[in-house]
């Protein structure tokens, strides 16, 4: 079954626009993280909401998660062009097991 | 700061032959895993190797694939005889501690090309 599966796909904004990034996934978790991947570069850890929390900052990211849904969503705050990657969510420790479980990813777009 | 590295950035391979890619793993972590990903599509997950033996690995991985920890820094993954669909960006990934998952450190990538 399919774990962390992102909405949208695509998002185009303009600079200085909020940018709000969805994620379900389908069983329980331990944690649930975001990444983010620079076109042909490696993924680089944004944030790490554990299954017990419901929100968490940093910086101009917020994060929600909501359990009972399963679901998180990653809220990136007065956008800037160097914003522009793609986002992927990752869910750890699914039944135990010690690996991250990426979803589609959303491309997100800012436009200056 | 640590980071890190995997060669080649890029393989061009002709289709049979036998690829290996290198990473060297940040240096005080345990956990290690490479991940693959075909152009445009997800990250997904490959295998996972802990205390010099695979703790996980995915459908993919299958007798084809084979990862080893020749000495106390490489970390390889080898394609024994490189299939069409084997082109992808492999990316190798290492973490600090055990219990429950946290953060991944990801390389950059190597990109396999097979013809």
């Known amino acids: 079954s399919q774990q962390g599966e992102e909405d949208p796909q695509a998002l185009s904004i303009q600079e200085g626009e909020n940018a709000t990034m969805n994620c379900s996934y389908k069983?329980?978790?331990?944690?649930l993280q975001w990444y983010r991947q620079n076109s042909g570069r490696g993924l680089v850890h944004l944030i790490l909401?554990?299954?017990?929390?419901r929100e968490k900052h940093s910086g101009r990211l917020r994060v929600t998660l909501d359990t009972s849904k399963k679901s998180s969503s990653l809220l990136i705050t007065a956008s800037r062009a160097a914003d522009t990657a793609s986002y992927f969510c990752?869910?750890?420790?699914?039944?135990?097991?010690?690996?991250?479980?990426f979803g589609q990813g959303t491309r997100l777009t800012i436009n200056p | 700061e640590p980071e890190v590295t995997q060669t080649p950035s890029h393989q061009v391979t002709q289709m049979g032959q036998e690829v290996i890619l290198r990473c060297v793993p940040i240096?005080?972590?345990?956990?290690f895993y490479w991940y693959r990903q075909i152009l445009g599509q997800k990250v997904e997950f490959l295998v996972s190797?802990?205390?010099?033996?695979?703790?996980?690995k995915s459908e993919i991985f299958d007798d084809q694939f084979s990862v080893e920890r020749p000495d106390g820094s490489n970390f390889t993954l080898k394609i024994r005889s490189t299939k069409l669909e084997d082109s992808a960006m492999y990316f190798c990934?290492?973490?600090?501690?055990?219990?429950?998952?946290?953060?991944?450190?990801f390389g950059e990538g190597s990109r396999l090309t097979v013809l």
């Open positions: 990934a290492s973490r600090a501690s055990g219990g429950a998952i946290g953060e991944l450190f």
């Open positions: 069983t329980s978790i331990n944690n």
């Open positions: 909401i554990r299954s017990n929390e």
């Open positions: 990752a869910t750890g420790g699914v039944q135990g097991a010690q690996k991250l479980v």
């Open positions: 240096s005080n972590h345990l956990y």
């Open positions: 190797f802990y205390n010099n033996e695979i703790s996980e």
